[in-house]
């Protein structure tokens, strides 16, 4: 892949926790408009690579660039720039983490009016216009704990895209979910793919990585194990790890 | 700082004071406690009301009840006996609270596989919940402890010669308000410290074990 | 002789009642500066620069750590010799001020503390500045869990407010104690006023037991 139209890339990324290296050199090129699933058995390293893109664990090595913008993270990043990385970067949990005390409007209008400068009513709008996006308009006066998890998580997925962000990442978003509830969450995602949105995706949705995704990472030890276009990766996987990974998930 | 000796010589009389108190409060709030399991309602009532009246009333208040109002009557009382008895009977109240507390965190299987294998009413208590609910009990049993050493200064009101009650004479005779009531500070956190301490790690150990469970 | 009790106890109300309202003026002003003071102390020691955290939590330790009583006479007889004498009223709020500052400064820390951290995660990753996080997320939810606790509190700063007794303010206690000096009747009058303190803290009690109940069927449904 030609690095000219990559928006995000990762050079040598590590991070160690006490000892323990959870991510051991990653480099990775996404382009502008991509969607990529990474799946890997647990404690590979999937979240950590995940958080380090938007330096909620800052590496200990490693350089990331965002849209031509270089963060080397061996120094120490300046809060402008985090703010500003964090503002091109949206990211939503497996347990989604919306603010229990907000209304579902607040939860998505607050961090624009704080964050981008926008008023009240401009904010309010477009949290408006992206509830009605993931279907739940009904919901906007509503608190989180009056919404299912599958309509927190799109509510969710609704706050980080009010920052208007060039990238998403997802860190497992239906691991939490009745299996019914996950599907809505994942033609939400599908809808975003179609927008043309760039996305990491953290996942053990074989069926989605396989439908949508145009590249399946596979990771093991802290390492990108293997990567290519999905059927090829599922169909014929070139390492024996990860040929015992997929069938214990098929398995399932 | 010549009171500094006055004071250390106190600390005996607050140990016993707090450690007489204590004994008291945790065997009366035993009884307190077993009350408001009984099966009878007026028991469950009565025990429940004597607990938010000793929990309500500040413990200065019954020490005068018990010392100026019952001892200066019928019975005639020492102030290390009233002292005793009114910081007793509220510690009662605080444990009988601390062990309840400690029961609704056994599990209802425990009772349930105890009634399955047929064991009877006491040996499932002496067996099977005690030994876990004073677990539990532990750490909050370690806090009441702190803060009856705290309130022990309240019998320097009755004329209990402890820490607080040298403390105030010694500024009174001497003039210095500051130093004697620092270095009695510094005496109750001295003691308290370690407690504290240890009621923190005896939580964290329960925190453990219940993780691991 | 039932009837005679009870007139006594008639005439003895109005001035009971009198140190019942000192009582309780003492703790709502104690509760308002100390409650203050505690949440700036939490803040403090919650923040990032160990420069705050420890002289914050060093405070807090020892505030907590004496007994009331000795903060009230320290306040009372130890300020003057700093060249600080304060009346009697104003020695009892600010020695009352500062055990509630200690006490709440905890429970408050450990409200902010039981706010989940997958929240300031979803917050940092949002882009929101530490202030920003701090003043929208953790401290109106740390607040609200710690509010129980801190009415809890609210009672027993009321029940402490009976030590002032031995500064001579003219609160409850002081009132009973000297009709009873003056009658050497200590039982009745005694017992009078701990039912007053009673008639406060019992309703109250069961009030904030109530309100605990309540939030917390609201935050699990
Ligand atoms: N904050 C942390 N402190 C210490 N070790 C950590 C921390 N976060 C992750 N690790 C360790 O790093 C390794 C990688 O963890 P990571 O969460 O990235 O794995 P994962 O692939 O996301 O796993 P899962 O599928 O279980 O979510 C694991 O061994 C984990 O224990
Ligand atoms: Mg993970």
Redesign the interface.
Known sequence: MNQAESILSLRDVEKTFAGHCAVDGVSLDVARGEVVAVIGPSGSGKSTMLRCINLLEVPDRGTITVDGTDLDTSGTVSARDLTQLRRRVGMVFQSFNLFPHMTVLRNISLPQERVLGRSRDEADRRSMELLERVGLQQKADAYPAKCSGGQQQRVAIARALALDPEIMLFDEPTSALDPELGLEVLAVMRQLADTGMTMIVVTHEIHFAATVADRLIVMADGRILEQGPPQQVLDDPQHARTRTFLSAIKDR | MDVLPIIVAAIPVTLGVTAASFAIGAVLGLALVAGRRSRWTVVRGLSRSVV??L????????L??IF???G??ALRMEPFQAAVIGLGLVSAAHLSEVYRGSLLAVPKGQFEAADALGLSRSTTSARVIAPQAFRVAMPGMVTWAISLL?????V??IGVAEI?SV??QH?RSSG???MP??L??AV??AI??PL?IWSRWLEKRFARIRKAA | MKSAIFSDWAEWLPRLLDGLWVSVQVTGLSLIIGLAAGLLLALAAFARTRLLTWPAILLVEIGRGMPALVMLQLVYFGLPSVGLTLETYAAVVLALSLTTAAYTSEIIRAGLRAVPDGELEAADALGMSRGDVMRFVVIPQGLRIALPTLLGFAILIFQISSLAFSLGLPELLSQAYSIGAATFRYLDVLTLAGLLYLAVTIPAGWLVARFERRLSRHLTT
Request: proline fraction near 5%; charge should be negative.
């Open positions: 938010e009246v929990r309500g009333i500040p413990p200065i208040v019954l005068f009840i100026f109002g019952i200066s009557g705290k309130d022990s200064a309240l320097s009101t607080m403390t105030n500024a210095d308000g500051l009531f620092i009695a500070a109750y956190i308290g410290t504290a």
